[in-house]
């Protein structure tokens, strides 16, 4: 066990433990979570309400959590000078499930993100991000109802892997000489150098838990999501890698699109459909024909800016959960930023962060308390009463604080 200088362990809880592929939480599980930062002390403070509201209704006291605050980002950077201790990292890991509110990332120079550390030290592969939209919600679309994904992005690799020189650095200078010279490829003086890595290893272990989610849940179809036919050798890779994954380890569970359209002797009605998408044409798809997809693995870069163009199109991030799983650890948290101009105002939606909390309480087994908060999350929005981002998307909405949204999901449990 780890020691903790600027946390404190819960003298009331238990570890959750992890062996042979299995996840075994006990009834008073320890979970490390970080507040975050701007909006994310006002968030957090609505959503463990919540959270704590739900496990009392679904289990009547049998089970109960035992929360273990840590440190991230500004305020351990102020309290501890330390932008990330190791003993938060250390924490994730051994208490194996945590929840995170947002975290400050700088644009350009400083820091680099601490969510994209977290990922990469805790292995935490596949950044899965479900959207789907709530009734009565405003949206841009006139039938959001029909969006209904599961999205799996590769968390560790592609551009988010960091391997970048500054333009006219000594670094960048050499790199492009050893690639002009050596490869034979022309690159412009002065450029900035970025690595694209993608990994056989990676890609598969991420598309491989894409195939396990939708046949679990009876899901139709599995998109590989690429630009495979411009980046030929990374993102055509992670195409082909996909296909070979279904074939290998899912040969009677899945199809290819091509067979279920020919008709061929694997194509049944039963099966997943594989089925592969240019990134750019994906957009289009999930505007104008998104009741076709179900689950999307996709790589790094493109998974970020899909999730987010999906959650515009059923009401915003301020409801778009998501969480970041690995092999017996998993860290789930706001898709949103920080929004300082609103810090310690008591107005920010903390619907992201409490639907977090329903797949944190889905990964944990504790299906219950998730079903539960979902319901209270429906009924909150059906009644209207909601925090400004949604007030101003619905008709005849009143607004109500962040804390005054988790009131509204508490109540509409018990509705």
């Not at 590769?154 to 690639?179: C, H, Q």
Request: hydrophobic share 40%; aromatic share 10%.
């Amino acid at each position: 066990m780890a020691t903790y200088k600027f946390a404190s362990v819960p003298s009331n809880g238990e570890r959750i433990t992890y062996a042979n592929g299995v996840l075994n939480v006990p009834n008073n599980p320890i979970i490390p979570f970080v507040e975050g930062d701007g909006t994310g002390p006002d968030i957090w403070r609505a959503s463990v309400r919540v959270f704590d509201a739900a496990i009392e209704k679904a289990f009547g006291g049998e089970r109960k959590v035992a929360w273990m605050k840590v440190y991230a980002g500004e305020e351990s950077f102020t309290k501890y000078n330390d932008w990330l201790p190791q003993e938060t990292v250390d924490a994730m890991q051994e208490f194996r499930v945590s929840i995170k509110g947002p975290l400050s990332t700088p644009v350009g120079g400083g820091i680099r993100s601490l969510n994209v550390t977290l990922r990469q030290v805790l292995d935490l592969y596949a950044c899965i991000r479900p959207v789907r939209y709530f009734e009565g919600v405003g949206s841009p679309m006139k039938d959001p109802g029909k969006l209904n994904i599961v999205v799996f992005r590769e968390n560790t690799e592609d551009v988010y892997a960091g391997i970048e020189w500054k333009a006219g650095s000594p670094e960048a200078e050499k790199l492009r000489l050893f690639i002009e010279t050596e490869l034979g490829k022309k690159m412009r003086e002065q450029s900035a150098i970025g690595i694209k890595p993608m990994s056989e290893f990676g890609s598969k272990r991420l598309i491989d838990m894409a195939y396990r989610y939708a046949i679990k849940h009876c899901l139709p179809s599995v998109t590989l999501m690429h630009k495979g036919n411009i980046m030929k050798f990374t993102e055509g890779a992670f195409r082909d890698w996909g296909y070979e994954v279904a074939r290998e380890k899912f040969p009677e569970d899945t199809c290819t699109e091509a067979e279920l359209t020919k008709g061929g002797p694997t194509a049944r009605a039963d099966a997943i459909v594989m089925r592969d998408r240019i990134a750019d044409s994906m957009f289009q798809q999930l505007l104008l024909r998104p009741g076709e997809y179900s689950v999307i693995a996709t790589p790094n870069l493109n998974g970020d800016y899909l999730s987010d163009a999906a959650a515009a199109q059923v009401g915003g991030l301020g409801i778009a959960p998501g969480g970041n799983v690995g092999d017996g650890v998993a860290v789930f948290e706001a898709t949103h930023g920080t929004a300082p101009k609103y810090a310690n105002l008591n107005k920010i939606n903390p619907g992201s962060v409490i639907l977090s909390g329903v797949m944190m309480f889905e990964y944990m087994g504790w299906n219950e308390a998730a079903k539960l908060i979902v319901k209270g999350m429906e009924n909150a929005i059906k009644s209207k009463r909601v925090t400004y981002d949604l007030a101003r998307q619905m008709p005849g909405a009143t607004e109500v604080s962040t804390s005054g949204f988790g009131d509204q999901v508490i109540a509409g449990m018990k509705s």
